[in-house]
T-cell receptor
Framework: DADVTQTPRNRITKTGKRIMLECSQTKGHDRMYWYRQDPGLGLQLIYYSFDVKDINKGEISDGYSVSRQAQAKFSLSLESAIPNQTALYFC?????????FGPGTRLTVL | GENVEQHPSTLSVQEGDSAVIKCTYSDSASNYFPWYKQELGKGPQLIIDIRSNVGEKKDQRIAVTLNKTAKHFSLHITETQPEDSAVYFCAASTYAGNQFYFGTGTSLTVIP
């Protein structure tokens, strides 16, 4: 997990606020992903990127945006947070076959 | 798109017994099936995977089987130990790895 870091680890914010979650990796992988985890729903893909110039929507991209600042950095933004975006968020990297996950960010929107 | 279903959602076993978790998938194009273990407060970690050209793979106490015809694959843990307690996720993807589709997770509790 130390190869993939996420900041912050925990965040409480209010409805309507803009918030950014950051992900960094030292594995040298081109592919990076953002997932959301809710109890009983497993992991749902929000966005993914295969290189700095490539951004793709996942299953549940509405209300989210991303930025791939460098090969090693992939950030997720909530432009105007709402309570149903309260969840655990994971960043992952991939060598195209295996995914490696970060430790997660627990986000609470009040 | 792909739909992965996972059962059971919760599983309790006595220490030393075996545990089996089953997943089904819908897209015949899927050919890579990893299993992840998620411990409390941590991200999922890959524990074993199988590709569609193989029917079974084993790594110490953990094994995975794949039935391509029936589109289902299973995780088998033998001689369970308390440290096996965690949430386990199955997933399906293609070799290209464009997207990974996850099951809803199984919370395994091993009772000492």
């Amino acid at each position: 997990d130390a190869d993939v870091t996420q900041t912050p680890r925990n965040r409480i914010t209010k409805t309507g606020k803009r918030i950014m979650l950051e992900c960094s990796q030292t594995k040298g992988h081109d592919r990076m992903y953002w997932y959301r985890q809710d109890p009983g729903l497993g992991l749902q893909l929000i966005y993914y990127s295969f290189d700095v110039k490539d951004i793709n929507k996942g299953e549940i991209s509405d209300g989210y945006s991303v930025s791939r600042q460098a090969q090693a950095k992939f950030s997720l933004s909530l432009e105007s947070a709402i309570p149903n975006q309260t969840a655990l968020y994971f960043c992952a990297t991939s060598n195209s076959i295996t995914q490696y996950f970060g430790p997660g960010t627990r986000l609470t929107v009040l | 798109g792909e739909n992965v279903e996972q059962h059971p959602s919760t599983l309790s076993v006595q220490e030393g017994d075996s545990a089996v978790i089953k997943c089904t998938y819908s897209d015949s194009a899927s050919n890579y099936f990893p299993w992840y273990k998620q411990e409390l407060g941590k991200g999922p970690q890959l524990i074993i995977d199988i590709r569609s050209n193989v029917g079974e793979k084993k790594d110490q106490r953990i094994a995975v089987t794949l039935n391509k015809t029936a589109k289902h694959f299973s995780l088998h843990i033998t001689e369970t130990q308390p440290e096996d307690s965690a949430v386990y996720f199955c997933a399906a993807s293609t070799y290209a790895g464009n997207q990974f589709y996850f099951g809803t997770g199984t919370s395994l509790t091993v009772i000492p």
